[in-house]
């Protein structure tokens, strides 16, 4: 007989199973797709639980449609009326809850003790504080039994709720009117309801429900079980957000505190109850009786799950209850023919629809098509039936319906993935992170053992690691306009440890699976049994430093007066998460105040691995304080200044992103070089951010910075010009070094005077681009020079070439040819990314910045080489001649010698190999460095012209011959129109020699000889040598007075010029 009843009841589970099986597969093929302006809706006319079709769309990533404005009714009237639809359909919103699916509460014995708080005068500390972790709520019933303080007639908090961002989030409060009338009000997200008079103030217990959803912002207060006040519009359409802090008895003013003590609640309170949707009359009519539904009850009151201040008395009291019955839970609908929404009961097979957005939609078709799948061919392979390939085809739509056959496909697929070259494209990666939501959506049966769960919890870590590897972080990039990034995963995997721990048994003291990247271990612990503050957590089996987690001694004497002597420790560690995690992840709000003066934020980096701690108290998980040290895991900046930032992936952040990362409640405690230690008020995932700072100089030191830069420039314009004038009109003899001159001045003067006019073009978006261009152009000539003049220095230095000529036209060619280029390249591969957003220069947020960036570092490392092979020459040219002289000086005189020949051609050379820009790199660090960059860059053609025009042997030549030759011709129209005044005019007197003549040719002892045989013959004379060229000379003798010796003038040679 037994075993008759065994094999019929596998029977009808194989049964139910391929009936499941074939109701999704049917649902599939009967679908249609349609669209509207931004949402693709897929219309299933097979009929469907509606727990089973909101299943169906999540695994089609999307969900059922919310119905709740006007526009999103005649939309979905306007793509059902072509179909032909003229029935209901499930829609997104479940109102109603039973428990266990049948029509019977979980009731109460009519004569019960209750528990209760009493909160006797007003204070600013007496609370309590729900322990348990609310998630983020779309629709959310409390009810509460409460006997009101009648002497008090101030406002009274009855709870509060406030989340990191926003400390009214929701909150119910009253007041005792004028003639002695209990007033409430609800405030939603900061909106305040009015108060309404609900019931007589006769100092007696009553039981209050307050309801809210987000469809509509409907709100709703009973009294003793009967609707009192009800409205809408109050914070519609959106979510009260999940991981906040539930205050009974005060309103919190910042996050878990600030009371007051004029708005403390005075009173008692009992039976406080939380569901995460909306109960209907009947419902709560039986709550007030003391039978309520269990299913989708979060919070049930058990003071072992509250922390309570010291100063709040607990009362044991009895209450009498009587049970009732309620009816089944009701759905939204949508009937297509009249355009209204209804309810009706879950548990009716009726048609529905998917909602999905068209980016996702167009981009699961193209990932559909991607036949690349090494993997799923070597699946397919592997696989002795079509069990797993059904499972991981995006085009099939398919639950898991038990345990067993979960073991099976997470088996085939883990196997596959350990294969040798087996990597995942983008498309296996959605199918894999869709099959692990898959999983996790199980609820454990009460048939499922304890020892399977952990087999299928196994394998899936393993998996999860999987697609989480480093190697996968294309492929997350690929699929997150379908799947919210990686933390879609965390969110599987915290799924699924909630139901091992269900099923962990008390004689078993832990569960440890260690993964490729994931590492996860639940411990049972007597809370007598922890000794120290933090309990070691391993990040990796065998390396030298450790990620820790655990709970301070402070929380665990916290729990144990609590009463509690055991809890389940949960700790994750992912070690490649860190990588995977988009900039989007880091758009976390801080405090602009938190910034040091003198510092701006730049950005922001994950620095460490990702880190997990959850607690629970049975099946709950219980919210406490928690600590832990990561390892830095990215390499330090040299060019910024780093803080360390402790934060948690807050899942109710911006749910349309998947969550974000938050600070609220964390706080760093100690940060060294290689790690950081973190406190927070709360458990959940944890990581380390490192907020990147650049220095942030003062007004007055931008202002410095400003005008020195400008006074520079200036400067160094002028004196440029008056250098390249120098170069062009004193008759400075040409070579190949002073072309090598000329056109680096060009290039500075060009682009310093476009500079300092920039400013002007910066309003009009053309000329701006224009002048950027050109800019990039000039200074990017003006290093290509300074190259070119290391290169001629090594030539002439170094390999000792004489002549240049036949070079010159490839240092053209790098002057002036290779700017050209590689503006030209730029310009044409990053069109409107060019120019940056306030000034006309290159994009600097972009690796646009390297097109003027590499070649500069490209010929300053070129240019610092030459320089120290021309200082390493010149030493040692220096050494020699010092050994020659050995004998005429001493010790001391030879060592300053060398030191100044070293010195010398640095100084010399540093303007124009433009080695001073290296100080650039440094400016970040202190301002000091920032005004000596600025100083040896902004004045860099003043020192050029010291250096090459004023103190520039050449050049002073030049002059000093142009002077000598405007001087002979001078005297020489003066003698020849009037030769006596010549003679005896003062200027001649005082300009001449006695008794001597001047020769500057080099052939100055045949001149001379000539000069003196002349200058014997009596009174003045002029001789002519035409064959000697003695027009080069002229000299003359005059006796100007009897007692004075002759005069001999002696003109300077003009012709070498």
Known sequence: MCGAITRFAVWFCALL???????????????????????????????????????????????????????????????????????????????????????????????????????????????????????????????????????????????????????????????????????????VHGHHTPYRSVLKSDGLWHHFCVTWQNENGAWFIYADGVKVSSGDGCYSSQIIAGNGTFIIGQDQDSLGGAFKQNEAFSGNITDLNIWTQVLDANQIKAVSMCSFPQRYLIYQWNLTSLEIEPSVQIVELQLNCKDLKISSGECQTFDAASGFKSQFGCENPLPFLCQLTKDTYLKLNKLQSDSRSLFKTKLKAFSHNTMATEYMSLSNTKLVPNISEAETVLKTVQHVLSMENVTLQSTDMLSVVRLLHNVASMEPDVNDTQEDFENVSRSFIHIAGEVLDQQNAEGWTEISEIVHGPMAVIYGVDRMVQNLNKLLTSDQESIVIRSKNIQLEIRQKLLTNFTND??????????????????????????????????????IWYGSLHSLLGSSALEINLMETAF??????????????????????????????????????????????????????????RPEKGGSWSTAGCSVVESGLESTACFCNHSTNFALLFQLYEVKRSSYEEAVLM????????????????????????????????????????????????????????????????????????FMAAFAWMLVEGILLWSKVVTVNISE????????????????????????????????????????????????????????TINTFVLLRVVMITIASSQRHSMMLASDSTLAQRVLSQIWTAI??????????????????????????????????????????????????????????????????????????????????????????????????????????????SASNKGASMIFNRENRAEDVMCFSENLALDKTAIQLTAFRVSGL
Not at 805 to 826: D, S
Request: aromatic share 10%.
């Open 17 to 187: 199973v391929c009936n499941l099986d074939e109701t999704y597969t049917q649902a599939f093929s009967n679908s249609s797709i349609f669209q509207s302006s931004y949402y693709i809706y897929e219309y299933i006319n097979t009929p469907l639980k509606w727990e089973h079709a909101s299943r169906y769309c999540e695994l089609r990533f999307g969900s059922l449609p919310v119905v709740s404005k006007v526009a999103d009714k005649n939309a979905v009237l306007d793509l059902l009326a072509p179909q032909g639809v003229n029935q209901q359909v499930w829609i997104n919103g479940k109102l109603n809850e039973v428990s266990g699916g049948e029509d019977i509460t979980v009731g109460k014995n009519s004569a019960d003790w209750f528990k209760t708080l009493a909160f006797l005068n007003k204070t600013d500390t007496k609370h309590a504080k729900i322990l348990n972790v609310l998630p983020p709520l779309s629709a959310v019933t409390i009810c509460a039994r409460v006997q009101w303080d009648s002497q008090s007639s101030d406002i009274a908090t009855v709870f509060s709720y406030a989340i990191p961002a926003f400390i009214n989030e929701f909150q119910l409060r009253g007041r005792i009117d004028d003639v002695g009338f209990i007033q409430l009000a609800l405030i």
């Open 534 to 571: 933090i309990d070691v957590y391993l990040s990796e089996m065998n390396n030298k430093s450790t990620d820790q987690i655990g709970l301070p001694k402070e929380a665990i004497d916290r729990l144990q007066q609590r009463g509690l002597t055991r809890a389940s420790f949960v700790t």
């Open 596 to 653: 040091a003066e003198g510092f701006k934020r730049v950005g922001m980096q994950i620095a460490s691995a990702v880190i997990s701690s959850t607690v629970f108290q049975g099946a709950q998980p219980v919210s406490t304080a928690t600590k832990y040290r990561l390892q830095h895991r990215v390499k330090a900046f040299s060019s910024f200044a780093v803080d360390s930032i402790c934060v948690f992936w807050n899942f109710s952040l």
């Open 707 to 778: 005008n020195l830069t400008l006074i520079g420039c200036t400067i160094s314009l002028c004196a440029l010009v008056v250098t390249l004038i120098l170069f062009s009109v004193v008759g400075v003899p040409k070579s190949d070094r002073m072309t090598v001159h000329k056109n680096l001045i060009c290039a500075l003067v060009a682009a310093e005077a476009l500079l300092v006019a920039s400013d002007s073009a910066r309003t009009n978006q053309v000329a701006c681009s224009i002048v950027t261009a050109m800019l990039h152009l000039l």
């Open 805 to 860: 000529e036949k070079r010159m036209k490839y240092y053209y060619l790098i002057g002036w040819g290779f700017p050209v280029f590689i503006v030209a390249i730029t310009l044409a591969t990053t069109g409107d990314k060019y120019i940056a957003d306030n000034h006309c220069w290159l994009n600097i947020q972009s690796e646009i910045i390297w097109a003027f960036v590499g070649p500069v570092l490209f010929s300053l």
């Open 904 to 1013: 010398k051609p640095v100084v010399i050379l540093l303007p124009v190999l433009g080695l001073t820009w290296f100080c650039g790199v440094l400016v970040h660090f202190n301002i000091v460095l920032a005004y000596i960059f600025v100083v040896l860059n902004s004045f860099q053609g003043l020192y050029i012209f010291l250096v090459y025009g004023v103190y520039n042997s050449e050049v002073r030549n030049a002059i000093k011959r142009m002077k000598e030759k405007k001087k002979t011709l001078s005297f020489t129209n003066c003698a020849s129109s009037r030769p006596s005044s010549c003679l005896t005019g003062p200027k001649m007197t005082t300009s001449l020699d006695v008794g001597k003549c001047s020769i500057s040719t080099p052939e100055k002892n045949t001149l001379k000889s000539a000069t003196n045989k």
